[in-house]
Nanobody, 119 residues
Framework: QVRFVESGGGLVQPGGSLSLSCAASGFSFQSIGMSWYRQVPGKGRELVAGISYRPGVMTYADSVKGRFTISRDNDRNVVALQMMSLRPEDTAVYYC????????????WGQGTQVTVSS
């Protein structure tokens, strides 16, 4: 079955960096776009970044452009999110899913990984 396992979150000071990783399984990873989303309590999930199956095609939320970088490893079925210059407003639970922008498996979210940016 479809499965997403996110890791790499933690507590970081403002201005710091974190690298998230998502291991995906149960579908044809190399043929599908992948995206990262985040959610804070009381709000819906929002798109952070997406990467197409086509090389070099990516999109980012305006709030993270220039600070976050999404990448994928089709040999390992992993999508990563490198986060730099973190801000308190980046605090959220981060999730990945298949799909470029819109999640394909919206009923199959992983447990997510908590990112907390605080001094």
């Amino acid at each position: 079955q479809v499965r997403f396992v996110e890791s790499g979150g933690g507590l970081v000071q403002p201005g710091g960096s974190l690298s998230l990783s998502c291991a995906a399984s149960g579908f044809s990873f190399q043929s599908i776009g992948m995206s990262w989303y985040r959610q804070v309590p009381g709000k819906g999930r929002e798109l952070v970044a997406g990467i197409s199956y086509r090389p070099g095609v990516m999109t980012y939320a305006d709030s993270v452009k220039g600070r976050f970088t999404i990448s994928r490893d089709n040999d390992r079925n992993v999508v990563a999110l490198q986060m730099m210059s973190l801000r308190p407003e980046d605090t959220a639970v981060y999730y990945c899913n298949a799909g470029y922008v819109d999640p394909i498996y919206s009923a199959d979210w992983g447990q997510g990984t908590q990112v907390t940016v605080s001094s």
